[in-house]
């Protein structure tokens, strides 16, 4: 399967640990977005990486979170302390950049599912 | 600020025709996507308008009207598997996507 793939699927934790997620993107895919959707709405941007190198930020990613992507390939997104209302699904999402200009189509992976006991 | 409306909910009967429609208001504007969303899954990539018009592709269309704010997504023919979410989305420029709440359509036989 060459799709996107997220790690873990589920994830059920307690309020106060520290949670991490992976996504390993489509191959030749060079941008690699995080969204955090809760039922009922859809997906809300959290953070984009252009390679290695995370270009823009969500006013909804508090000091808790951090995302990475160490060698543009796979990345990671760690949340500190975690909170009830962080329960959510976790979707990650790459695109092949084929202009400068506009968003490309996001393929999107399956989720993790996060519940915050 | 971003704004994105879609009704919340659809029914429609199988074999029939559906139009689900989008208004948006945001800073930026480059282009319109449809996503289709079935519960617990992923959303997967329907269309992408960037002019005014109807794209057609297969049972599904997607209209844009850049001066209205408007877009809709025309289902023919529609099939039990078409029940789902179907989500608007704005690409804002900067590399931001800004998704509507999605409309949950239920197809009837």
């Known amino acids: 399967d060459t799709g996107v793939s997220q790690d873990p699927r589920h994830k059920i934790t307690k309020r106060g640990q520290n949670v991490t997620f992976r996504c390993d993107p489509i191959?030749?895919?060079?941008?690699l977005y995080w969204y955090r959707q809760t039922l009922g709405q859809g997906p809300e941007f959290l953070t984009y990486?252009?390679?290695?190198?995370?270009?823009?930020k969500s006013r909804l990613l508090s000091d808790r979170f951090s995302a990475e992507r160490p060698k543009g390939s796979f990345s990671t997104l760690e949340i500190q302390r975690t909170e009830q209302g962080d329960s959510a699904m976790y979707l990650c999402?790459?695109?092949?950049?084929?202009?400068?200009?506009?968003?490309?189509?996001?393929?999107f992976g399956p989720g993790t599912r996060l519940t915050v006991l | 600020g971003q704004n994105i409306d879609q009704p919340t909910e659809m029914t429609a009967t199988e074999g029939a025709i559906v139009q689900i429609n989008c208004t948006y208001q945001?800073?930026?504007?480059?282009?319109l996507f449809w996503y289709q969303q079935h519960a617990g899954e992923a959303p997967t990539f329907l269309s992408y308008?960037?002019?005014?018009g109807l794209e057609e592709k297969g049972r599904f269309s997607s209209f844009l009207s850049r001066s209205k704010g408007y877009s809709y997504l025309l289902l023919k023919e529609l099939q039990m598997k078409d029940s789902a979410s179907y989500l608007c989305?704005?690409?804002?420029?900067?590399?931001?996507?800004?998704f509507g709440a999605g409309t949950r359509l239920f197809v009837k036989a």
């Open positions: 989305a704005v690409d804002t420029g900067g590399f931001k996507t800004i």
């Open positions: 308008n960037v002019l005014d």
């Open positions: 191959s030749e895919h060079n941008r």
């Open positions: 999402a790459s695109s092949l950049e084929w202009s400068t200009s506009s968003t490309d189509t996001q393929y």
């Open positions: 945001t800073s930026g504007f480059n282009g």
């Open positions: 990486f252009q390679n290695e190198a995370q270009l823009e």
